[in-house]
């Protein structure tokens, strides 16, 4: 009946008593041999700070078998019960008896039809275990079902598997956790919530869904008729690479290329008809490899028709040295699969210059392996050239292998024997082809329709097959300089690949594994491209190599499906152009660096995403077919900056062909390219990924591509400030010996800590100059980024520094909290004093350590009693310090406790100080959550939750499974709604950029006034947005939007510049920072929409629930009210941005509930902020807006007249009560009734009728009719009552009141804004420099000689543009200064005595 939950355990017996949880036993609650109850507490236990009483299971004498102290784990024994009554109590025993399934008979009968089986799949994909192994089900369902219905069965599969993860797409694609993405399908379900429990139920059997799901496409890969699984297929190719789709999304991808290319046998009739001619084409070697690839050429050599076969040899041997220079080709055919292809060539990366060796090539054709034998016997038609530098290929066509090509690796084995045989027939004949110079040989076996197989063997090997090379073509060796790459790595090529010019390989260190992760591993993505047309003119050029390289990211996404490769490995990516640019070497290197800084910056977020490391661009310089220089520029982080990039010349070996040597592009200097395979940072790199973040000394190069991105998007926006040279530059902050900070130029990754600091140059758009920040990192690769005593001091001298200097202070943030540790030194010395030493279980009296070992200890490492203990003396325990210990260096406990402290009370002062940020990159712990939250502006990644306890922690204490991920107790579902984070962002790439864009709206100092753009946007144009009376969205008048038609509609502030902070939490109001002509701003607009509050349940607590309350548009509500607040303390502190208030409340919320959330206290607190603003704050009641009530008085500029300046637009209102409501007030019924008596013509008849009627039923009559009359009439006479009230509401009357200080029109409002904006804020800095320079003047005193210096009067451009002229205020300045030092040193001439004033003169 219903539902049950029913427990299992597999121990229970109620004579034992039990810990539920891990804690520490405080005390029991009974004697020991007392009675006890049956769920009566026992005991208590203390666990994660908290004391918890443990009940007894059954009623008996209790015999107590810990003693109080005593640490226990779930599940250990605290005591035994002697049973009151055992017979009441049953025990669970082991089974011994025959369990059989009644289904079992039925199962051994036969095998299950194939209805029942595809019920058994449909199960399993629902989310319920099946009996057997998922890929084994599916097989049998496809050996049950006739194969006309596989198809049918396919389709069902697939579109079973989508239904349910097409639910999380949506919320996969915007990299939400899945806690957060449950919480959205609850949001958007709350009717059918047991269809998310359905769907939470199969997706968390994702791993064998998908293996369901990848044996069905297997079991269909060799059908033809698959045209009805193209738009299931086409779906599952579009999932994304990670959340545990990869080799599902990769399968389907390969079946839909399938499906989409057309028929291998119409190809090849296509391709033969073009070989058809007695003059090869030169265009067919350079057809795509669909048209005229090598698999193709290699079918039609054993053509019927000679001139087909000729042409066909001829131009597989042209494609395969397609990028060979100088190559010469000569075919002889004698029959089918029998020709004999000699050609000459010299390699692309050697300048043609020098003494070069002539290199020559022979290709033989044969129809089978088994005539390999006789081809290596016979006369090699090659000349010596006195060293091994030509090369033998035999190609097998067209059919290589006796067993039948399904895919690719299917001929696998019958592969891997013929290559071990062709090794021993090559050896057989290895001297002769020395003779021959012959140093390479390659195996080419045709397999059409796939790709042919390809092994190399060298004879520097003694004919062994180069494993590098397995299944690549004989060029790509050098051409992707495969065999320099091998002596760093062991290669596994991993294929598929997308395109037939690139090549995938897992690269294994040789050198030894250090540290947890073993034997480093990069994915080497290497491709080659025939062109590139570089041009001196424009960047247009930039699209093809742009195209190639993001050719290869998808190469890495793809590889990363694959299980030997998944999301560990770093990546490196290698593009060679063998095109020749024809420009002068120095303006390639500048465009090339150009375009990769470019690539980079662009495409950050997916190389990050991808772990790039390193991109390299190779390109030969050159023309008319002679190369000049081979130029390599690089983007790498092996030195710790992210992809910085540099260029070098290289030289190759005129023999081998391989690079050898590279000089600096713009130096001259020796330098190397090496790639970083095995090292330090590559390790650090490594570690630092594991925990979901950067490297720390990688966050200063991505500022430096950011960088570069903010520059592009100002011009392509109009701006005309041109691009510094050096855009970055840092210098790291340590501490020297006197333990003061001073600069350093040591590598990265050379820090003892685990903190680092930087003080760094940006030059940006609103600072092309240059403007200075101080960043501080936890390096999470230095004991998990924790806090220690040396962390400590360190993050606190650093944020001093930028306190001292009026610096804005970046804190990035990975950690794992305070820093906790034990003395390990003294764990194999601890002895333990028992209390009774036959029965351990009782306890300890106290811990000791022997003398001898005692006396080697150093001074402080202990506080020790001296006892005797059965005739001896040791040494008890009081206390361990740990001086002097390896394991306490830097701190262990409370010292670090006293550190956080000293950081806590840092940040807080930095916040009232300086601009203060925080980036959350990673895991934020104990300390490192307070920290973020104290500097008070937090920018999260999603995979950077704020905890204070982890959730393995909590769980442990609550004794059951609650909490599944630290996302739900500091992830941006928690973080985002509470307003403890204002951005999210998806990636470091993304949360670097958030950084450089809340930076460009905050002033290079914290004492200087906020930076200015010139107008890009024109100030004087309208605002295009209207208001409605319907709600809006607010942002669309702030920011503008796009009207039906798709044109733009202009919104108030700048296009593109406003950017919403805090927009998860209290939603009734909107904050972001934005610009006006150039000018920043911080903004508080009012939400006119209805909105909802959500409170989540806690998983900890089974009867809460979750919570969504309906706040309505233009009421301020607990949590709108406090962030109001803190919007306008953060504009305030670092900021110093004018505020542009958007005031359209009706008033605050003041129910029970909210009065209880305390909005009285944060309505206070908007006061609060408001009288300390120490910059200018435009009050703007937008049209259709109100402002009335309380909500007036809080921004009313009474509260900071020398800051606070109100308008009104002419079409909005304000006052104490909507109309409505005053007029249920001021205007009453029956003042209403009053008018009606007086305003209409019919009462007035009815009122004289009334007044002369003499009968009493006249009267009866006329004062119905009257009534009648008056309440139809009152609905208009209550409008009128209510325009009447409205008419006290409107602009006029506040203008007239002096309540505000213009009536505005929307329309214009922007050209008006912007110049008294600007006015104020000259003003405002020309205040603050005649304050500096006298500092007893008062705000009105400066004031006053600013308007000496501008008499603008109420013209505000005419004032904004004389204070732009500085000369006359440097002029005021310097005189104010001069006259405050004289008045200085006439004050102290005259403190001092008569006597010794004559004295202090010169």
Same mark, same amino acid.
């Given at each position: 009946?219903?539902?049950?939950?029913?427990?299992?355990?597999?121990?229970?017996?109620?004579?034992?008593?039990?810990?539920?949880?891990?804690?520490? /036993?405080?005390?029991?609650?009974?004697?020991?041999?007392?009675?006890?109850?049956?769920?009566?507490?026992?005991?208590?236990?203390?666990?994660?700070?908290?004391?918890?009483?443990?009940?007894?299971?059954?009623?008996?004498?209790?015999?107590?078998?810990?003693?109080?102290?005593?640490?226990?784990?779930?599940?250990?024994?605290?005591?035994?019960?002697?049973?009151?009554?055992?017979?009441?109590?049953?025990?669970?025993?082991?089974?011994?008896?025959?369990?059989?399934?009644?289904?079992?008979?039925?199962?051994?009968?036969?095998?299950?039809?194939?209805?029942?089986?595809?019920?058994?799949?449909?199960?399993?994909?629902?989310?319920?275990?099946?009996?057997?192994?998922?890929?084994?089900?599916?097989?049998?369902?496809?050996?049950?079902?006739?194969?006309?219905?596989?198809?049918?069965?396919?389709?069902?599969?697939?579109?079973?598997?989508?239904?349910?993860?097409?639910?999380?797409?949506?919320?996969?694609?915007?990299?939400?956790?899945?806690?957060?993405?449950?919480?959205?399908?609850?949001?958007?379900?709350?009717?059918?919530?047991?269809?998310?429990?359905?769907?939470?139920?199969?997706?968390?059997?994702?791993?064998?869904?998908?293996?369901?799901?990848?044996?069905?496409?297997?079991?269909?890969?060799?059908?033809?008729?698959?045209?009805?699984?193209?738009?299931?297929?086409?779906?599952?190719?579009?999932?994304?690479?990670?959340?545990?789709?990869?080799?599902?999304?990769?399968?389907?991808?390969?079946?839909?290329?399938?499906?989409?290319?057309?028929?291998?046998?119409?190809?090849?009739?296509?391709?033969?008809?073009?070989?058809?001619?007695?003059?090869?084409?030169?265009?067919?070697?350079?057809?795509?490899?669909?048209?005229?690839?090598?698999?193709?050429?290699?079918?039609?050599?054993?053509?019927?028709?000679?001139?087909?076969?000729?042409?066909?040899?001829?131009?597989?041997?042209?494609?395969?040295?397609?990028?060979?220079?100088?190559?010469?080709?000569?075919?002889?055919?004698?029959?089918?699969?029998?020709?004999?292809?000699?050609?000459?060539?010299?390699?692309?990366?050697?300048?043609?210059?020098?003494?070069?060796?002539?290199?020559?090539?022979?290709?033989?054709?044969?129809?089978?392996?088994?005539?390999?034998?006789?081809?290596?016997?016979?006369?090699?038609?090659?000349?010596?050239?006195?060293?091994?530098?030509?090369?033998?290929? +035999?190609?097998?066509?067209?059919?290589?292998?006796?067993?039948?090509?399904?895919?690719?690796?299917?001929?696998?084995?019958?592969?891997?024997?013929?290559?071990?045989?062709?090794?021993?027939?090559?050896?057989?004949?290895?001297?002769?082809?020395?003779?021959?110079?012959?140093?390479?040989?390659?195996?080419?076996?045709?397999?059409?329709?796939?790709?042919?197989?390809?092994?190399?063997?060298?004879?520097?090997?003694?004919?062994?097959?180069?494993?590098?090379?397995?299944?690549?073509?004989?060029?790509?060796?050098?051409?992707?300089?495969?065999?320099?790459?091998?002596?760093?790595?062991?290669?596994?090529?991993?294929?598929?690949?997308?395109?037939?010019?690139?090549? /995938?390989?897992?690269?294994?260190?040789?050198?030894?594994?250090?540290?947890?992760?073993?034997?480093?591993?990069?994915?080497?993505?290497?491709?080659?491209?025939?062109?590139?047309?570089?041009?001196?003119?424009?960047?247009?050029?930039?699209?093809?190599?742009?195209?190639?390289?993001?050719?290869?990211?998808?190469?890495?996404?793809?590889?990363?499906?694959?299980?030997?490769?998944?999301?560990?490995?770093?990546?490196?990516?290698?593009?060679?152009?063998?095109?020749?640019?024809?420009?002068?070497?120095?303006? /390639?290197?500048?465009?090339?660096?150009?375009?990769?800084?470019?690539?980079?910056?662009?495409?950050?977020?997916?190389?990050?995403?991808?772990?790039?490391?390193?991109?390299?661009?190779?390109?030969?310089?050159?023309?008319?077919?002679?190369?000049?220089?081979?130029?390599?520029?690089?983007?790498?982080?092996?030195?710790?900056?992210?992809?910085?990039?540099?260029?070098?010349?290289?030289?190759?070996?005129?023999?081998?062909?391989?690079?050898?040597?590279?000089?600096?592009?713009?130096?001259?200097?020796?330098?190397?390219?090496?790639?970083?395979?095995?090292?330090?940072?590559?390790?650090?790199?490594?570690?630092?990924?594991?925990?979901?973040?950067?490297?720390?000394?990688?966050?200063?190069?991505?500022?430096?591509?950011?960088?570069?991105?903010?520059?592009?998007?100002?011009?392509?926006?109009?701006?005309?400030?041109?691009?510094?040279?050096?855009?970055?530059?840092?210098?790291?902050?340590?501490?020297?010996?006197?333990?003061?900070?001073?600069?350093?130029?040591?590598?990265?990754?050379?820090?003892?800590?685990?903190?680092?600091?930087?003080?760094?140059?940006?030059?940006?758009?609103?600072?092309?100059?240059?403007?200075?920040?101080?960043?501080?990192?936890?390096?999470?690769?230095?004991?998990?980024?924790?806090?220690?005593?040396?962390?400590?001091?360190?993050?606190?001298?650093?944020?001093?520094?930028?306190?001292?200097?009026?610096?804005?202070?970046?804190?990035?943030?990975?950690?794992?909290?305070?820093?906790?540790?034990?003395?390990?030194?003294?764990?194999?010395?601890?002895?333990?004093?028992?209390?009774?030493?036959?029965?351990?279980s009782k306890g300890f009296d106290f811990l000791y350590l022997d003398e001898e070992e005692y006396k080697q200890l150093a001074?402080?490492?202990?506080?020790?009693?001296?006892?005797?203990?059965?005739?001896?003396?040791?040494?008890?325990?009081?206390?361990?310090?740990?001086?002097?210990?390896?394991?306490?260096?830097?701190?262990?406990?409370?010292?670090?406790?006293?550190?956080?402290?000293?950081?806590?009370?840092?940040?807080?002062?930095?916040?009232?100080?300086?601009?203060?940020?925080?980036?959350?990159?990673?895991?934020?712990?104990?300390?490192?959550?307070?920290?973020?939250?104290?500097?008070?502006?937090?920018?999260?990644?999603?995979?950077?939750?704020?905890?204070?306890?982890?959730?393995?922690?909590?769980?442990?204490?609550?004794?059951?499974?609650?909490?599944?991920?630290?996302?739900?107790?500091?992830?941006?579902?928690?973080?985002?709604?509470?307003?403890?984070?204002?951005?999210?962002?998806?990636?470091?790439?993304?949360?670097?950029?958030?950084?450089?864009?809340?930076?460009?709206?905050?002033?290079?100092?914290?004492?200087?006034?906020?930076?200015?753009?010139?107008?890009?946007?024109?100030?004087?144009?309208?605002?295009?947005?209207?208001?409605?009376?319907?709600?809006?969205?607010?942002?669309?008048?702030?920011?503008?939007?796009?009207?039906?038609?798709?044109?733009?509609?202009?919104?108030?502030?700048?296009?593109?510049?406003?950017?919403?902070?805090?927009?998860?939490?209290?939603?009734?109001?909107?904050?972001?920072?934005?610009?006006?002509?150039?000018?920043?701003?911080?903004?508080?607009?009012?939400?006119?929409?209805?909105?909802?509050?959500?409170?989540?349940?806690?998983?900890?607590?089974?009867?809460?629930?979750? +919570?969504?309350?309906?706040?309505?548009?233009?009421?301020?509500?607990?949590?709108?009210?406090?962030?109001?607040?803190?919007?306008?303390?953060?504009?305030?502190?670092?900021?110093?941005?004018?505020?542009?208030?958007?005031?359209?409340?009706?008033?605050?919320?003041?129910?029970?509930?909210?009065?209880?959330?305390?909005?009285?206290?944060?309505?206070?607190?908007?006061?609060?902020?408001?009288?300390?603003?120490?910059?200018?704050?435009?009050?703007?009641?937008?049209?259709?807006?109100?402002?009335?009530?309380?909500?007036?008085?809080?921004?009313?500029?009474?509260?900071?007249?020398?800051?606070?300046?109100?308008?009104?637009?002419?079409?909005?209102?304000?006052?104490?009560?909507?109309?409505?409501?005053?007029?249920?007030?001021?205007?009453?019924?029956?003042?209403?009734?009053?008018?009606?008596?007086?305003?209409?013509?019919?009462?007035?008849?009815?009122?004289?009728?009334?007044?002369?009627?003499?009968?009493?039923?006249?009267?009866?009559?006329?004062?119905?009719?009257?009534?009648?009359?008056?309440?139809?009439?009152?609905?208009?006479?209550?409008?009128?009552?209510?325009?009447?009230?409205?008419?006290?509401?409107?602009?006029?009357?506040?203008?007239?009141?002096?309540?505000?200080?213009?009536?505005?029109?929307?329309?214009?409002?922007?050209?008006?804004?912007?110049?008294?904006?600007?006015?104020?804020?000259?003003?405002?800095?020309?205040?603050?420099?005649?304050?500096?320079?006298?500092?007893?003047?008062?705000?009105?005193?400066?004031?006053?000689?600013?308007?000496?210096?501008?008499?603008?009067?109420?013209?505000?451009?005419?004032?904004?543009?004389?204070?732009?002229?500085?000369?006359?205020?440097?002029?005021?300045?310097?005189?104010?200064? /001069?006259?405050?030092?004289?008045?200085?040193?006439?004050?102290?001439?005259?403190?001092?005595?008569?006597?010794?004033?004559?004295?202090?003169?010169?």
């Amino acid at each position: 009946d219903g539902i049950a939950t029913v427990m299992l355990p597999t121990l229970y017996d109620p004579s034992e008593l039990r810990s539920e949880f891990n804690g520490k /036993v405080v005390r029991y609650l009974q004697d020991d041999g007392a009675s006890v109850k049956e769920g009566e507490p026992y005991v208590e236990l203390e666990a994660m700070k908290m004391i918890m009483p443990v009940k007894a299971t059954a009623t008996g004498a209790i015999k107590h078998t810990r003693g109080a102290g005593s640490i226990v784990a779930a599940g250990e024994l605290l005591g035994n019960l002697e049973l009151t009554d055992p017979s009441q109590v049953k025990k669970i025993l082991p089974f011994d008896g025959a369990f059989q399934l009644a289904a079992a008979a039925t199962a051994e009968a036969g095998s299950p039809a194939m209805d029942d089986l595809m019920v058994q799949v449909e199960l399993a994909l629902d989310g319920y275990q099946p009996m057997v192994e998922p890929t084994e089900l599916v097989q049998q369902l496809f050996v049950a079902a006739p194969p006309m219905l596989h198809m049918e069965l396919a389709r069902q599969v697939l579109e079973r598997y989508l239904t349910a993860e097409g639910q999380f797409l949506e919320h996969h694609k915007s990299s939400v956790s899945l806690d957060e993405t449950y919480t959205r399908l609850i949001a958007a379900n709350r009717d059918t919530l047991d269809s998310v429990a359905l769907l939470a139920l199969a997706h968390s059997q994702l791993a064998a869904r998908n293996e369901i799901v990848i044996a069905t496409l297997r079991s269909v890969r060799a059908a033809t008729d698959a045209a009805s699984l193209a738009d299931s297929l086409q779906q599952l190719a579009e999932l994304p690479n990670d959340f545990g789709y990869g080799e599902v999304a990769m399968l389907a991808r390969q079946f839909s290329e399938r499906l989409n290319t057309e028929p291998f046998d119409q190809r090849r009739a296509a391709l033969r008809a073009a070989l058809d001619s007695e003059a090869l084409d030169d265009q067919i070697a350079a057809m795509k490899a669909k048209d005229g690839g090598v698999e193709m050429l290699a079918d039609l050599l054993g053509d019927e028709s000679a001139v087909v076969r000729k042409n066909a040899a001829e131009a597989l041997v042209l494609r395969i040295y397609r990028s060979f220079p100088g190559l010469a080709v000569d075919v002889t055919d004698s029959s089918p699969s029998r020709q004999v292809v000699k050609y000459s060539f010299e390699f692309p990366s050697v300048p043609a210059e020098g003494d070069m060796p002539k290199r020559g090539g022979v290709c033989r054709v044969v129809p089978s392996f088994a005539d390999i034998k006789a081809v290596l016997a016979e006369e090699i038609p090659l000349e010596l050239p006195g060293k091994s530098v030509n090369t033998m290929q +035999v190609v097998v066509a067209p059919k290589a292998f006796g067993s039948e090509s399904i895919s690719f690796h299917s001929t696998d084995v019958e592969f891997q024997d013929l290559v071990a045989q062709t090794t021993g027939l090559l050896r057989e004949v290895g001297e002769a082809l020395k003779t021959k110079g012959v140093g390479c040989f390659t195996l080419m076996l045709a397999q059409a329709p796939y790709a042919p197989r390809y092994a190399t063997f060298m004879a520097e090997n003694d004919w062994a097959e180069d494993e590098s090379c397995r299944d690549v073509r004989p060029t790509f060796k050098h051409l992707l300089e495969l065999a320099e790459l091998s002596k760093q790595c062991e290669l596994e090529r991993i294929v598929p690949v997308i395109g037939r010019n690139s090549q /995938v390989f897992l690269g294994t260190s040789r050198a030894e594994a250090k540290g947890r992760f073993g034997k480093a591993q990069t994915v080497f993505v290497r491709t080659i491209s025939h062109t590139l047309a570089m041009s001196a003119e424009d960047d247009a050029w930039m699209g093809w190599p742009e195209t190639i390289l993001l050719g290869a990211v998808d190469e890495l996404e793809r590889a990363r499906l694959n299980p030997k490769v998944g999301t560990k490995p770093n990546s490196n990516i290698f593009a060679h152009f063998n095109a020749l640019v024809d420009l002068e070497p120095s303006r /390639v290197v500048e465009r090339l660096e150009r375009f990769t800084n470019r690539f980079v910056a662009k495409h950050g977020a997916r190389l990050q995403k991808s772990k790039v490391d390193e991109i390299t661009v190779k390109v030969a310089v050159g023309a008319d077919g002679v190369r000049t220089h081979v130029l390599r520029v690089t983007a790498s982080s092996r030195s710790g900056e992210y992809l910085k990039t540099s260029a070098a010349f290289e030289k190759a070996d005129p023999v081998t062909g391989a690079p050898c040597a590279w000089e600096d592009a713009r130096s001259g200097e020796a330098c190397s390219v090496e790639s970083e395979i095995a090292g330090r940072m590559q390790l650090k790199r490594q570690m630092a990924r594991a925990a979901g973040s950067t490297y720390a000394p990688e966050i200063l190069g991505m500022m430096k591509v950011e960088l570069i991105k903010k520059w592009d998007a100002y011009h392509a926006a109009g701006g005309q400030r041109p691009v510094p040279e050096d855009l970055f530059s840092s210098v790291e902050l340590v501490p020297g010996d006197d333990g003061e900070l001073a600069e350093s130029a040591r590598a990265p990754g050379e820090n003892a800590v685990g903190m680092l600091a930087w003080r760094c140059t940006l030059a940006t758009p609103e600072y092309p100059g240059g403007r200075e920040i101080v960043l501080i990192a936890n390096d999470v690769t230095f004991q998990a980024g924790s806090f220690g005593v040396a962390e400590d001091t360190l993050f606190q001298k650093a944020s001093e520094y930028a306190r001292e200097r009026g610096l804005p202070r970046i804190h990035i943030a990975c950690n794992s909290g305070a820093r906790v540790g034990l003395a390990e030194e003294l764990k194999p010395s601890l002895r333990a004093k028992w209390t009774d030493a036959e029965d351990p279980s009782k306890g300890f009296d106290f811990l000791y350590l022997d003398e001898e070992e005692y006396k080697q200890l150093a001074p402080g490492t202990v506080v020790a009693t001296e006892k005797k203990l059965d005739g001896k003396t040791v040494y008890a325990l009081d206390a361990v310090i740990g001086e002097g210990l390896k394991s306490t260096a830097g701190g262990i406990g409370v010292e670090n406790l006293q550190g956080s402290g000293l950081i806590a009370g840092e940040t807080s002062r930095a916040y009232n100080e300086v601009f203060t940020l925080s980036y959350v990159t990673g895991r934020s712990v104990g300390i490192g959550a307070y920290l973020n939250r104290l500097g008070q502006r937090v920018i999260q990644m999603v995979n950077g939750p704020m905890i204070l306890t982890g959730f393995g922690a909590l769980n442990k204490l609550l004794g059951e499974k609650v909490y599944s991920s630290q996302d739900q107790l500091g992830g941006p579902q928690v973080m985002v709604p509470n307003g403890v984070t204002h951005k999210l962002v998806q990636s470091d790439q993304e949360g670097v950029s958030a950084i450089l864009d809340w930076l460009s709206y905050t002033p290079k100092t914290a004492a200087s006034p906020p930076p200015l753009l010139e107008p890009i946007d024109p100030v004087d144009r309208d605002v295009a947005f209207t208001h409605t009376k319907m709600p809006y969205d607010p942002r669309h008048m702030l920011a503008g939007t796009r009207g039906p038609d798709g044109a733009r509609v202009s919104g108030f502030f700048d296009e593109g510049s406003f950017q919403e902070y805090l927009e998860g939490w209290g939603k009734s109001v909107v904050v972001g920072r934005a610009k006006l002509g150039g000018i920043p701003m911080g903004v508080i607009a009012v939400e006119t929409r209805n909105v909802e509050r959500r409170v989540p349940a806690d998983p900890a607590n089974p009867a809460s629930m979750e +919570v969504l309350e309906p706040q309505a548009g233009q009421v301020w509500f607990p949590d709108s009210a406090s962030k109001t607040a803190t919007a306008i303390r953060d504009f305030n502190r670092g900021e110093n941005l004018p505020l542009m208030i958007f005031a359209n409340w009706r008033g605050f919320s003041g129910g029970t509930r909210d009065m209880y959330q305390e909005v009285l206290k944060f309505g206070a607190q908007i006061v609060d902020a408001l009288v300390e603003y120490r910059h200018p704050v435009f009050i703007y009641i937008p049209p259709g807006g109100e402002l009335r009530g309380g909500s007036w008085v809080v921004v009313d500029p009474a509260i900071n007249p020398a800051q606070m300046e109100m308008y009104a637009d002419v079409e909005s209102r304000g006052g104490i009560l909507e109309p409505a409501g005053i007029v249920e007030v001021k205007f009453r019924e029956a003042q209403r009734r009053e008018m009606m008596h007086r305003l209409d013509p019919e009462l007035e008849a009815l009122d004289a009728a009334l007044e002369s009627a003499a009968e009493p039923d006249a009267v009866k009559d006329a004062e119905a009719r009257i009534q009648a009359r008056e309440e139809k009439l009152a609905p208009l006479y209550t409008q009128i009552a209510c325009e009447f009230a409205d008419l006290h509401d409107r602009t006029g009357r506040m203008e007239a009141k002096g309540v505000i200080r213009k009536g505005l029109e929307w329309r214009r409002a922007r050209a008006y804004f912007y110049w008294r904006v600007r006015r104020r804020v000259s003003e405002t800095a020309a205040v603050a420099r005649l304050q500096a320079a006298d500092a007893t003047l008062t705000p009105e005193a400066a004031r006053a000689l600013v308007e000496e210096v501008v008499a603008g009067g109420e013209d505000d451009k005419a004032v904004a543009e004389a204070l732009a002229d500085e000369a006359k205020l440097d002029a005021k300045v310097e005189s104010v200064r /001069v006259a405050a030092l004289k008045r200085r040193l006439r004050d102290l001439y005259e403190q001092l005595p008569e006597g010794e004033r004559e004295a202090a003169l010169p």
